[in-house]
C-alpha cells in the first residue's frame, strides 16, 4: 500500500519547457510547418515526458499480464480455462502473435503471471501470482480491494525493474481466458455506459453466447454495484488481475516518467482506471490501434485520446504496441536527425504553415 501511495502522490505533469523547445524546433526544420502531424504531436509528448529535446526509444519492453477470471464458470466462452496457462508458455517460445509483431521492432517481452489457475515454474515468466484467478464476480467480488492495490503494485514494480535495465518505453498486453468481460465491466462501471455499447464478441461466441455474456455481465454490476467514483472499488469487485497489473504499468510508467503504449480494450480497459486513480497518467500514454472491441471506443473517448492505427485487430497480447513503437522511433528520428532551416541554409520563406489551411 505504501507503494502505491507514494507513486500516485509523485506523478508530475510534463515538462512544458521542454515541449515548447521541442515545437519550435519541429517547427523549424525542412519542412512546411506542421506536415509531420502525429509524429510531431509524439516528438514533442516525448520531450514533455522526459525534459528532453532529444529523446531514443529503441530499446522498448512488451509487458505481458496474464491471470485468470472466475467469471469463466458462467460458461460465457468457448476457450478452456487452462488455455491462459498453455498461451503463457508459448509467449517464452516465441510461438505467439506479440512475439512476431515484436520482431518488426525489435521490442522485447516480459511475460508476468499475476493470477494464473496454475503453477507455472518458467524462468521466462516473472511470478507476481496474486492468486490462482479472481473469484466469480457473478457471485461475489472478483478480489478484495487489497489484492487489488497489491497488483497495481506489482505492475509498478516490473515498470520500475525494466526502467533499471535501460528500457525507454513499454507496451502493455494481457492474456487471461475472460478478460474482455472484465474489461467491458470495469468500462460499464467506470463510464456509466450499456453492455451494448461496451461488450463485444470477443473469441468466437455464438449469438447466444454474446447475449449470455452481456448478462451474466449485467448481473456482475448489480450484485456488486462498483462505485463508479472509486476506480479500486470497480477494479475489486468487476475487474482481473491481469488488468490491475496493467493499472499499475500505466502508473509506473507516469512515475518513473517513461512514455507507455496503450494496446486493446483489456489493456484501454487499464489505462481507464488508471486515469481515474490520476488523471495526469493520460499524458504518458501513446494510443496504439482502433480494436474491433466496441468498448474500446468508450474508453478512448473518455480518455480524449485518438488511435494511431486501424488494422480491424481483436488479439490483445500487446500486438498493437510494437507496431506503434516504430512510430514512436520515426517521431525521434525526425527530431534527432532533421535538420533546421539554418542548418541547411535553407530560407524559410519557400515553406508555408499547411496548419492554416
Not at 115 to 138: A, E, L
Request: net charge negative; glycine share 10%; proline share 3%.
Amino acid at each position: 500500500m505504501e507503494r502505491y501511495s507514494t507513486v500516485i502522490r509523485e506523478i508530475k505533469e510534463l515538462d512544458k519547457g521542454a515541449m515548447e523547445a521541442a515545437a519550435t524546433r519541429l517547427d523549424n526544420l525542412i519542412k512546411p510547418i506542421g506536415s509531420l502531424g502525429r509524429l510531431e504531436d509524439i516528438a514533442i509528448q516525448l520531450s514533455g515526458i522526459t525534459g528532453n529535446l532529444h529523446n531514443e526509444v529503441s530499446k522498448g519492453c512488451n509487458v505481458i499480464m496474464c491471470a485468470d477470471n472466475g467469471i469463466w464458470d458462467e460458461g460465457i466462452s468457448t476457450c478452456p480455462q487452462d488455455l491462459t496457462q498453455s498461451q503463457t508458455l508459448n509467449f517464452t517460445r516465441g510461438l505467439c502473435g506479440i512475439n512476431a509483431v515484436c520482431s518488426t521492432s525489435n521490442m522485447d517481452i516480459r511475460v508476468v503471471d499475476i493470477g494464473i489457475k496454475g503453477d507455472i515454474n518458467h524462468p521466462q515468466v516473472i511470478n507476481k501470482k496474486i492468486r490462482y484467478g479472481t473469484w466469480n464476480m457473478c457471485k461475489g467480488r472478483a478480489m478484495t480491494e487489497e489484492e487489488a492495490i497489491k497488483a497495481i503494485e506489482a505492475g509498478i514494480e516490473v515498470v520500475g525493474d525494466l526502467v533499471k535495465e535501460g528500457y525507454q518505453i513499454i507496451g502493455t498486453g494481457e492474456m487471461g481466458i475472460c478478460n474482455t468481460s472484465t474489461s467491458s465491466a470495469i468500462i460499464m462501471a467506470l463510464t456509466g455506459c450499456s453492455s451494448e455499447e461496451a461488450v463485444g464478441m470477443g473469441a468466437g461466441l455464438t449469438e447466444e453466447g454474446f447475449e449470455k455474456k452481456k448478462r451474466a455481465i449485467e448481473k456482475a454490476l448489480e450484485l456488486n454495484k462498483p462505485s463508479k467514483e472509486n476506480p479500486i472499488d470497480v477494479l475489486a469487485k468487476v475487474g482481473g488481475f491481469d488488468i490491475a497489473g496493467l493499472v499499475g504499468c500505466f502508473l509506473g510508467a507516469a512515475y518513473y516518467r517513461v512514455p507507455i503504449i496503450v494496446d486493446g480494450i483489456i489493456s484501454s480497459a487499464a489505462a481507464l482506471v488508471a486515469w481515474k486513480i490520476n488523471p495526469l497518467v493520460k499524458d504518458y500514454m501513446i494510443p496504439s490501434h482502433s480494436a474491433v472491441e466496441v468498448g474500446q471506443k468508450i474508453v478512448m473517448k473518455n480518455l480524449g485520446l485518438e488511435p494511431i492505427l486501424n488494422l480491424n485487430m481483436r488479439l490483445g497480447e500487446g500486438t498493437g504496441c510494437p507496431l506503434v513503437h516504430n512510430i514512436v522511433i520515426a517521431a525521434t528520428r525526425v527530431m534527432n536527425n532533421m535538420a533546421t532551416f539554418q542548418e541547411a541554409a535553407i530560407a524559410s520563406e519557400h515553406f508555408v504553415d499547411i496548419r492554416k489551411k
